[in-house]
């Protein structure tokens, strides 16, 4: 397992171990692959600038307005709709409609993969259809509005326990098939391990790259970003799980997120851990630079916090026309001794250093605060509410940089909030299946914002929220679809069964021993039977064991 370190002692430069390590290709290609941050051979020669920073005379306390470049840039949506169209046109949006097509074919092909590898036929299976993985997607999305225990209680017959939507739709039996078979991609088509085209998330590439793609086409970023990490809750073994001791899910899959102040997701990366190719010494800085590129010359203003903020790395942003703000810890290099212990006696007060757009500042909160920042003037501090024991509120004064960073900081941490309201399907053993709620997780939230922030828009209710949202969109996708208005055939399109023996499920002595009737291990009880069903091939007592048995498959009887 790779552990990741907290904030306190992460990402804590050695000499020498700043931009030179790694090529300057990572920021300034216009391309967008993960392949992109791969590090390559040559060394970069570091600038001027960046060298300059660990000099004496770099930095002063002569204050000045900084010059930046004004943001012109077209915000917000930018698509075809219209503000009264339905829901799930907006979320076919950021999910293609032809996803779940694929879906299909992907989870058919699977099934037909491992029924030929185990040499067995699964008696249960029949294909599965489009239609029918998008109310599966949609059944995943109510189940984490209508949060249960175990997916069996959704079936339950307690009335006031199970649910008859899900009933109606589906039998617990297809949709536990339907979860076994799942794939969105085809495994023969992966290289090799060891290859230079090998790729970890083969099985969910295409919903990645379908949707990160999607989330930037269908909305411009605003001025102000924000890059943290997101969090999947995953106790599971796994190289890309990390442990984050420090933070409230612990234990999980790390996602590096550009998000909106909104919480819209603009994009995202999956961290495998060792395994991924920004891994090594300047973590923090790559993933900045990567999810930085499609912001180049643009203006705009990008926060984070500690874990990624260094000097190099906010004088390489403003190289290429993007302005940084983040919290900074005090050892790292570059950063002014003279402003890592200051005297500074009364809650409110500041200290800055400046050299040229890059303004350095400790302020004194609850305890000292240190931000770097190329985004703000020095000067023009703000006042600043703050409760103190008693019940009782002061103002206290802050640089504009810390009011910069405080007001837009958050966009991950919203994003965040949104999805622990919503979560979308049910724990698994495969890490995958986490990624691919995930992004149906996120991919809701945007939806939800893009129709939000969509000119002429108007809820349907007053307090019409992104629950509301999500379980029309788990509606529209569900429809009238139900498989239990079809009595389909076992082993339908298997190799060795014949078409004249499909529906011809007959009560007989089957030809191996004695055995447990499975309808009766099911109610609690043993009893052993020489009888079964030779096509489902399995121990069935005579009667009323076997009829029972075929009813709940909905599997037809002779």
Sequence with gaps: MENSSSDDDSDTLSEGSDLQLFSEHEFSSDTDSDDDTQQTESSMEPDSQQTEATDDDFWSYDLHPVDIAPFTEQVGPDHTLQPD?????????????????????????????????????????????????????GLNIIMGINQLPRIDMYWSENPFVGNEGFKKCMTRTRFEKLLQYLHINDNQAQAPAGSPNYDRLHKI?????????????????????????????YKGHHYAQQYTPGKPIKRGLKIWMRCEPSGYTNDYRVYLGKHDSMCGPSLGERVVKHLCKPLKWKGHHVFFDRYFTSIPLLQTLESYGVYGCGTIMANRKGFPSQLKNPHLPDRG?????????????????????????????????????????????????????????????????????????????????????????????????????????????????????????????????????????????????????????????????????????????????????????????VHLCRGACFQAYHTYHHLLME
């Design 85 to 137: 169209d339905d829901l799930l046109k907006y979320f076919y949006l950021m999910i293609n409609e032809d996803f779940f097509e694929t879906a299909a074919q992907e989870t058919n092909r699977y099934a037909e993969q491992e029924m030929t590898r185990k040499g067995s036929r699964d008696s249960i299976w029949y294909p599965t259809t489009s239609p029918e993985m998008k109310a599966f997607f």
């Design 205 to 233: 590439r295409p919903l990645i790259d379908m949707t990160r793609g999607n989330f930037q086409k269908f909305y411009k970023p605003g001025k102000c970003q924000s890059i943290d990490e997101g969090m999947i809750r």
């Design 349 to 537: 007060d500041a200290e800055q250093m400046q050299h040229n757009n890059l303004v350095a500042t400790v302020w004194n909160d609850a305890k000292p605060v240190h931000i770097a920042s190329t985004t703000s003037d020095p000067l023009g501090d703000g006042p600043a509410q703050r409760r103190v024991r008693g019940g009782g509120v002061i103002i206290i004064q802050r640089p504009p940089a810390v009011e910069h960073y405080q007001q837009h900081y958050y966009g991950v941490d919203r994003t965040q909030q949104y999805r622990s309201k919503c979560p979308v399907g049910r724990p698994s053993k495969k890490f995958w299946k986490y990624l691919v709620n995930y992004i149906f997780e996120i991919s809701l939230i945007n939806t939800f914002l893009l129709w939000i922030e969509t000119p002429g828009t108007r809820k349907p209710t007053k307090h019409f929220s992104m629950v509301d949202c999500n379980l029309s969109i788990a509606e529209k996708l569900i429809g009238d679809f139900s498989s239990r208005k079809r009595a389909p055939s076992c082993g339908r399109g298997v190799a060795g069964i014949s078409v004249a023996h499909i529906n011809r499920h007959i009560s007989t002595k089957l030809t191996r021993p004695r055995g447990r009737c499975k309808q009766c291990k099911k109610n609690g009880r043993r009893s052993d039977t020489f009888f079964g069903c030779s096509i489902c091939n």
